[in-house]
């Protein structure tokens, strides 16, 4: 089985300056790592994933990720943010083998960012 | 693109009632799910899908059943809605049950049961 930990709940930013969303899993097997943002009122899209290769993956609307297996941590990042980046962030971690893809989320974090 | 619709964006319920969620996933998909949604708990598993009238219980099938007819549709019921069960419900698809390329959603169904 697979668990996610999102330690913080809330991350307030200016506009314009960088963000780091934190992330931890823990997992027995190797895994897939998942990153996806919620806009109020409306479901979950993808913004990247991690399946293998190389350990930063760049996803949509300039986010990128990092996939540290020493420290099993797959933070996500933005070097400048944006209003419209103010939405709620979940890391989810499915098992490379067994589960059937099942998707284990974090709880979330708010991204709020301020003028 | 995949498009995943779900029937309702709200819906209010008596205590007791039965009540159907409905998925329709328009490409031709494998995988099914239903998670619920609630604050600082993130999302939860209650059931999935891996075919046609196949279902497997995730981490909170109680209170909950599912049905899968046509490979199309994904329905979960609650058999007698109670307050608790007063959530976000969001349904995914996943294209196959052999490598995990991420889920595609649903816009979600705002439950409240009163």
């Known amino acids: 089985a697979q668990s996610v930990t999102q330690l913080d709940s809330q991350v307030p930013v200016f506009e314009e300056a960088p963000v780091e969303l934190r992330c931890n899993y823990s997992s027995s097997v190797s895994v897939y790592l998942f990153w996806y943002v919620q806009y109020p009122n409306q479901g979950l899209q993808l913004l990247l994933k991690?399946?293998?290769?190389?350990?930063l993956v760049k996803g949509i609307n300039g986010f990128e990720a990092e996939f540290n297996k020493s420290q099993t941590s797959f933070h996500l990042r933005k070097p400048s943010v944006h209003i419209s980046d103010t939405a709620e962030y979940f890391c989810a971690v499915s098992g490379v083998t067994g589960g059937g893809n099942k998707l284990t989320f974090g709880t979330g974090t708010q991204l709020k960012v301020e003028l | 693109d995949v498009k995943v619709t779900q029937s309702s964006r709200y819906l209010v319920k008596r205590t007791g009632e039965k009540v159907f969620l409905e998925c329709v996933q328009d490409?031709?998909?494998?995988?099914m799910f239903w998670y619920r949604q609630d604050p600082g708990l993130g999302l939860r598993l209650i059931y999935f899908?891996?075919?046609?009238?196949?279902?497997e219980k995730g981490d909170i099938p109680e209170g909950y059943s599912v049905s899968r007819e046509k490979k199309e549709r994904f329905s979960l019921i609650l058999e007698s809605a109670s307050t608790n069960q007063t959530s976000m419900y969001l349904c995914?698809?996943?294209?196959?049950?052999?490598?995990?390329?991420?889920?595609?959603f649903g816009s979600g169904t705002r439950l409240t049961v009163v």
């Open positions: 995914a698809t996943d294209a196959t049950a052999r490598k995990n390329y991420g889920y595609t």
């Open positions: 991690y399946l293998s290769g190389s350990t």
């Open positions: 490409m031709d998909h494998e995988n």
């Open positions: 899908s891996y075919d046609v009238k196949m279902k």
